[in-house]
């Protein structure tokens, strides 16, 4: 197994970990906390794929995926905050005026999982955005212990992942997700410039 992480650019690979089986469902596509409510409401079924094909074309990508090989077996979602719904999240507490940004959700193709791609996603996607100038990133995880998670209601990542990843608990949110608190975790990368 060859993992590389690389932005995700690739539409048709970022299709493969995030796309719903048939064109016309109504899922994510990890656009939840990356758009306003409104526009969130207004795009349904291939609209929503369409949507993160045009963001597969800017700069920066919407995120990292990782490829066995030349397969997409993964993908973070990072961002500066200031273009998510974190910048206005009453839940998710702000600690200072630091432009960071924002990792959310981390997914792991059936098949790849229980083989450490969540921590290489998370250090890819910390990679990322140092490599376009954050200062830090933040994620919210769930502090769940070490209860079992649904894998659906998983896609923030787990708090211990990014302890391994060198993230620091900095404040507790009042965001609850599948039962566990969700807690605001930092990576400084001020001192890695």
């Known amino acids: 197994m060859t993992i590389s992480v690389r932005p995700a650019s690739v539409f048709e690979d970022v299709r493969a970990v995030l796309g719903p089986k048939s064109p016309t469902a109504n899922v994510c596509w990890c656009l939840s906390y990356r758009i306003d409510a409104k526009l969130n409401r207004k795009l349904q079924g291939p609209a929503r794929g369409e949507y993160v094909e045009e963001l597969c074309a800017r700069e920066p990508a919407p995120g990292v995926l990782a490829y066995d090989g030349d397969e997409p077996v993964g993908w973070a979602a990072v961002a500066p905050r200031a273009e998510t719904s974190f910048a206005r999240n009453r839940k998710i507490p702000h600690v200072d ?97």
């Open 97 to 193: 005026d630091l432009p960071v940004w924002s990792l959310w959700c981390v997914r792991v193709r059936p098949g790849h999982r229980k083989q450490g791609l969540s921590r290489v996603l998370i250090d890819g996607a910390v990679a990322f955005a140092r490599a376009h100038g954050a200062p830090a990133v933040e994620a919210y995880p769930l502090d769940n212990g070490d209860a079992r998670v649904d894998l659906t209601m998983a896609y923030p990542g787990l708090r211990k992942n990014f302890e391994r990843a060198g993230f620091v608990h900095v404040a507790d949110t009042g965001s609850v997700l599948a039962g566990f608190p969700r807690v605001l975790m930092r990576r400084d990368l001020r001192e890695l410039s």
